[in-house]
Structure formats: C-alpha cells, structure tokens
C-alpha cells in the first residue's frame, strides 16, 4: 500500500493551458539572462539573444525536457536507495535560506551561523518521515561568497540522508561537487550512487 500523499492542484486541462502558457511566454516574451557565458549558449542552441532578454522557441523546450531521465534515483550517504525523483512521488524535508534563527538554547532570534545548520540537519536525520535534508539557515559567520560550501559542509557531517542544495557560482558548485566526491570515496561512486 502507498502511504505517500499524491497531490492534484488542477484538473489535467488546466495544467495543460499552463504549460502552454509558459511556453508561449518563454517564446515571445523570454527570459532576463545576465551571464554572458549563458547568453552565448542559448544562441548558439537557437534562442534570440537581445541584450539580457532570451528568448526561448517551444520546440527547445520540448526537446530539452524530452532528454531528461524520467525518474532520477537519489540514494543516502551510505549508498542504500533513498528516493525514486519523478513520476508521481513525493518527499519531504526542511526547506532552505533563513537568514536569521531562533537560537535552540535561549530562544534569541539573531542572524544564522553555520553551527545552525548541524543541528537542523540532525534532526531531519532523526525524523523518518523525512526524506532528505536541506539546510534551513543562510549562514551569516562564514565569508559570504562561501556560505553555500559551508552549509554542505554542515549537512554531510550530521546526516547520512540525501542533501538537496543550491550554489552561488560555478566555483562553488564544483567545489561542493569535489566535497561529496571526497565522502562518496571518489567522483564515479557520487556519480554512481548520488547523494
């Protein structure tokens, strides 16, 4: 028996017209793209750059969203399976970016520091209907070009389930890339079992 909730919003119609809608919006009004280095890659896959507006044909899309993996498997630090990522399922876990936090021991409201993240993620980690563990401080006592690195950082010490997590940059991305590599024992096993 399934026990997961699933959800309907709106009748499948509805969810059609808008899709449609944002494909129509994507196509005739587009996107604000500010990284140069993604405007040159949207026009050189067929989109109309001009100046920081992109705009995005629908059949691009399409073809973008036909290429993706139907059901992503997620697993835990340990490499048990975790979460099956598509389809109808549904998981649960804390969401992300306060930037200020009710201290756990004297109850002051003040700005979050990185050893807020430890102890959220630990709790997630106790709680079994929580699926994965995403931290729920903007760290504010770290250099702040770096607070993405050090809330990973925090999580992978103090849970064994799946992280869901964001980087401020390229640089920041593969460095937290190389970090679950490390505690994945190398960048094929994290590839193999992701966590």
């Known amino acids: 028996m399934n026990t997961r909730p699933i959800f309907e919003v709106m009748a499948s119609e509805n969810r059609q ?23 040159k890659y949207y026009a050189g ?4 750059v001009d100046g920081d507006n992109v705009k995005i044909p629908t ?14 498997e997620m697993f835990d630090r340990t490499g048990k399976p975790a979460m099956h990522v598509g389809g109808r399922n549904t998981y649960v876990g804390p969401g992300p ?3 200020n936090f009710f201290d756990i021991y004297t ?3 003040r700005p979050a520091r990185k050893n807020d993240a430890a102890p959220t993620a630990r709790l997630a980690d106790g709680l079994k209907h929580m699926d994965f563990v995403m931290s729920m401080v903007m760290i504010g006592d770290t250099k702040k070009e770096l607070a993405d690195i050090h809330e990973v950082d925090a ?19 593969q460095t937290i890339i190389d970090l679950c ?8 096993q994290l590839q193999e079992k992701p966590f």
């Open 45 to 48: 896959s067929g989109c109309t």
């Open 107 to 109: 109850g002051e409201r």
């Open 17 to 39: 017209a808008v899709i449609d809608q944002a494909f129509r919006l994507l196509e005739t009004n587009g996107v604000s793209v500010f990284s140069e280095d993604a405007k």
């Open 181 to 188: 590599a490390a505690v994945a024992g190398g960048l094929e």
């Open 97 to 99: 970016t306060c930037p």
């Open 59 to 72: 059949a691009l899309v399409k073809k973008c969203i036909a290429s993706a993996p139907s059901i992503i």
């Open 155 to 173: 999580m992978i010490r103090n849970t064994t389930k799946p992280i869901v997590t964001w980087a401020f940059n390229a640089k920041n991305l």
